[in-house]
C-alpha cells in the first residue's frame, strides 16, 4: 500500500473503520474524514456520501473506494477529481442479501399478505387465493449482479419473470426486454414490478405515472435500488387511481425518511429501513481492504466502475 | 363409471361441487350427503371431514376419496367401512402453493419481519441485521411431496436446511435426518422449524413442550400441516420462557381458530387462516374426477393412501 488512506463515513461508525481497516491493512495509516495531517500523503479515499468538492483537498488521490454497491452517491460529486478510478464494494454477500428481500417481498405480495396480516390483526379468520407463482408476472428492472440473482430464484420458485435492462441480457428461465424499444412490453407483463437498476441520470426518476399507467392495472411496486429512481409526488395519486395497489420501498429519496413524509401514513405503502441489501461492515471493511491491495498491486479489478456508465 | 357419487362438503360449496362433478364426469349421478335417493346405488364417497358412521349406509361404496391432501379427517371416523381403499388429492399446484408459502414464511422469520412490521407502523427508520441464509439453519419435519418440495426451495435459496422423515430420505442439498434415533441432532439445527408432516397417531401432538427445548433457545416454528400436531397449551408458555421467540400457524385443532382462542391475542404467533395450500377448487375437482376414472377402469392410482401408514 502506498500512502495513506483518508475514510468519511457517519460519525457513529467512523472509529469502527479506522480500527478495522487499520487491522486489514498493517503498515497503511487511517485517517478520518476530519484528521488528516498531511493531506498530499493521501493515495486513497473510502467514502460514504462525502461532502462535495471534498476530494480535492487529496492531490495524490489515486483511487475513490464507495462503502456499498451503489456508486451514485460519488458522482452526485460535481468537483470530483478527475481521472481518479472509482471502486465499488460487490460480491456474494450483497447479493444472497438482496436476493433473500426480494424473493421475500414478491412472495408476500404475491399471496398477499398485507390481507392476511389485516385480518390476524382484527382476529378474523378470512381466506384469500391467490393464483399459482407460474400464472404471476414478475418483472426485474435491471439485470446487472442483483436483478439477474434475483430473477433467477424467482424463477426458480415457478415465477412468469420478465426482465429489463439497457442492453440485452441472457437469463434462463426469465424473459428478458431490452432498451426504451422493449420497456412497453416488460412493463405489461409486470403485475409485481421490482427495481435493482442503477441511480444514473438515465433512470432517475423512471418509476413515475408515465410508467404507472404501462404496468397491468393495480399492479404493485418493489423499490430496492434507490430513493432517486421513484417520482415521490406521482405513488400515492398512483395508488388513489388504482394504477398501483401497493408499493413497498426499501429506500427513500432522503434517508431515513422524514417524520412528516406522507409515506408513513399511507397503509399502502409499505416501507423498509435501507435494509435489502445491507453491507455487514466486517464483510465490506474486507473487501475494501483486498480490494485496496488489488489496486496497488495493479491486478484485475472486478468492483472497478465505468465512469461513463455510472456504475 | 359405475355407481353413484356421493359428496359432503361445507354447504357453502355443496352445490358448486355437484353442478362441477356432474359435468366432469357426463352419465355419473352426482348425490350430496341429504340427498341420496338409493344408499345402495352408491359407489363413491367424496368427502371433507364428513359425520362419523355416516359411510355405514353406503352398503356397497367401494372408494372413499378425501377433499384434500390429508386424510386424517377421513380416519378420524371410528367407524370407517373396513376394506374400503381411500385415495387422496395430490398434485403439482398443491406442491407449489405449500412450497411459496414455506418460503415465504421462512424468510419473513429469517429477516425478522415482524420487527420491521412494528417499526413501521409505529413510523420508524430501524434497521435490523441478520445473518446470511448459509448460517441460518431450517428444519423441515416431514420429508415427503410437500416437505422435499419445500426444503429443496429453501436450499435453492442458500439456506442451511435440514429434513428428517420416519425412513430415511436423500435430497440434494439438505442434511436428511430419520426417526427417533436422528430426532435430537435435527431439532439442534432448526433455528426455524417447519411442521409439514401427515397427522398419523404418532405425530399427534408432536410439536410440544418436550420438543421445543431441543430447538436452538429462541427458535421460530411454523406449522403448516395439521392444528393436531402442536400441543396447543404448550405454546405460549414455550414463547414466555424464551424457547420459542415466534410461531407461525396456518392449522388449528379448532378451526376456524375460536374468538375466544389464546392465540389470537398474542402477537408473537401470526395465523394465517389454512391458506398455506388451499385447493383450488376446479383443480381439486379435475384431480377427483380424473381419479375416480382411473380407480373404476383398474389403473394405477399414486394417490393412494396406505391405510397402515396413515398417509
Known sequence: MQGDVVVHVGAARAEWWRETLSALMPGTPIR???????????????????????????????????????????????????????????????????????????????????????????????????????????????????????????????????????????????????????????????EILVCLLPLTPQTEGILDRALFEKLPKGAAIVNAARGGHLAEADLIPALDAGLLSRAVLDVARVEPLPQNHPFWADARIDITPHIASLIDPETGAGRIAANLRRFFAGEDLPDLVDPARGY
Open 32 to 190: 478520518l474524514w476530519d484528521d488528516v495531517p498531511d493531506p498530499d500523503a493521501v493515495s486513497a479515499a473510502v467514502v460514504w456520501k462525502h461532502p462535495p468538492g471534498g476530494l480535492r483537498r487529496f492531490a495524490n488521490l489515486k483511487v475513490i473506494v464507495s462503502i456499498g454497491a451503489g456508486v451514485d452517491h460519488v458522482f452526485v460529486d460535481p468537483d470530483l477529481p478527475a481521472g481518479v478510478p472509482v471502486l465499488r464494494i460487490t460480491g456474494d454477500d450483497l447479493t444472497q442479501r438482496m436476493k433473500e428481500y426480494v424473493v421475500w417481498q414478491v412472495l408476500a405480495l404475491h399471496r398477499r399478505g398485507w390481507e392476511l396480516a389485516e385480518a390476524r390483526a382484527a382476529h378474523q379468520w378470512r381466506q384469500v387465493v391467490t393464483p399459482l407463482a407460474g400464472r404471476r408476472g414478475v418483472g426485474i428492472m435491471g439485470l446487472g449482479r442483483l436483478g439477474a440473482a434475483a430473477a433467477q430464484a424467482l424463477a426458480g420458485l415457478g415465477f412468469a419473470v420478465h426482465g429489463w435492462s439497457r442492453s440485452r441480457r441472457e437469463i434462463a428461465g426469465v424473459t428478458c426486454h431490452a432498451g426504451e424499444a422493449g420497456l412497453g412490453a416488460f412493463l405489461a407483463a409486470s
